[in-house]
């Protein structure tokens, strides 16, 4: 598990497939966008309530989010 691959992805999943600036998409996740902020620059890993909220609202395949393997939304 590498963390900067990590918080590539995240970046990625908000960027590409949402489409979502991070000020939009921390609200709609309801944390800090310095939180957010700080994932997607690698300072910390994503908390499991964060990958609770980013499955649940979005279907993001938490399996890829953190090995690069399988598509970024579960179908």
Not at 46 to 54: A, D, E, G, M, Y
Request: proline content about 3%; charged content about 20%.
């Amino acid at each position: 598990m590498n963390l900067k691959d990590i918080s590539e992805r995240i970046r990625l999943f908000r960027m590409d497939i949402l489409n979502l600036s991070q000020r939009e998409f921390a609200q709609r996740m309801g944390v800090a966008q310095g939180n957010l902020s700080s994932l997607e620059k690698g300072h910390q890993l994503p908390s499991c309530f964060f990958l609770w909220c980013l499955h649940a609202t979005y279907q993001a395949n938490v399996h890829w989010l953190f090995t690069g393997v399988g598509e970024p939304v579960v179908k």
